[in-house]
T-cell receptor, first 117, second 114 residues
Framework: NAGVTQTPKFQVLKTGQSMTLQCAQD?????MSWYRQDPGMGLRLIHY???????DQGEVPNGYNVSRSTTEDFPLRLLSAAPSQTSVYFC????????????????FGPGTRLLVL | QKEVEQDPGPLSVPEGAIVSLNCTYS??????FMWYRQYSRKGPELLMY????GNKEDGRFTAQVDKSSKYISLFIRDSQPSDSATYLC??????????????FGKGTKLSVIP
């Protein structure tokens, strides 16, 4: 298993540009999520999905869109990049279902470093 | 007050020392508690998790949860240079509202000096 994969590893954008950060997992996990990690702020949840076709907002959703058309993929779209979106983005997945939450098996990808100029 | 507080360090210890890392939290709904380890420029990896109060041991690592004090700890015995990383605590209600969201501490950066 490749686990959770993310592409690209590093990206530079200009303000106002759009882009999609890709995330895929081959573990048949139902739950997937996107976090951003900033110095002094820790990991903050952007969006998450509990299954194909189901998404919801996390703590910091503004400026980001997600969709979940398949179990494997959970792309994160930046609609109009801003310097405040400069961060390291992590995708994570878990097989835990609603009754047990996500506490046991959240696997993180290697991250995408994004610089918005 | 942030929901989860964690001293960012940095913490520097000699090889072989016992390391104590901890977090405090304010949300009494949290039931599941986790520790993640994150090496530089890598994604976090789950180290240990605990449900409700109590201790859990795995090799050199021991996780403790004291729900009455809203305080969790991670102990590392016989610390090694390979333990040098940032340690993140995380927690979730596990059921009901917020059950799909992990709330993280900001992480404590640990250096183990040979």
């Amino acid at each position: 298993n490749a686990g959770v994969t993310q592409t690209p590893k590093f990206q530079v954008l200009k303000t106002g540009q759009s882009m999609t950060l890709q995330c895929a997992q081959d573990m048949n996990h139902e739950y997937m999520s996107w976090y951003r990690q900033d110095p002094g702020m820790g990991l903050r949840l952007i969006h998450y999905s509990v299954g194909a076709g189901i998404t919801d907002q996390g703590e910091v959703p503004n400026g980001y869109n997600v969709s979940r058309s398949t179990t494997e993929d959970f792309p994160l779209r930046l609609l109009s990049a801003a310097p405040s979106q400069t961060s390291v983005y992590f995708c994570a997945s878990s097989y835990s279902r609603a009754a047990r939450g996500i506490q046991e098996t959240q696997y993180f990808g290697p991250g995408t470093r994004l610089l918005v100029l | 007050q942030k929901e989860v507080e964690q001293d960012p360090g940095p913490l520097s210890v000699p090889e072989g020392a016992i390391v104590s890392l901890n977090c405090t939290y304010s949300n009494s709904a949290f039931q599941y508690f986790m520790w993640y380890r994150q090496y530089s420029r890598k994604g976090p990896e789950l180290l240990m998790y605990t449900y409700s109060s109590g201790n859990k041991e795995d090799g050199r690592f021991t996780a403790q949860v004291d729900k009455s004090s809203k305080y969790i700890s991670l102990f590392i015995r016989d610390s090694q240079p390979s333990d040098s990383a940032t340690y993140l605590c995380a927690m979730t209600p596990g059921r009901g509202a917020g059950s799909y969201q992990l709330t993280f501490g900001k992480g404590t950066k640990l250096s183990v000096i040979p």
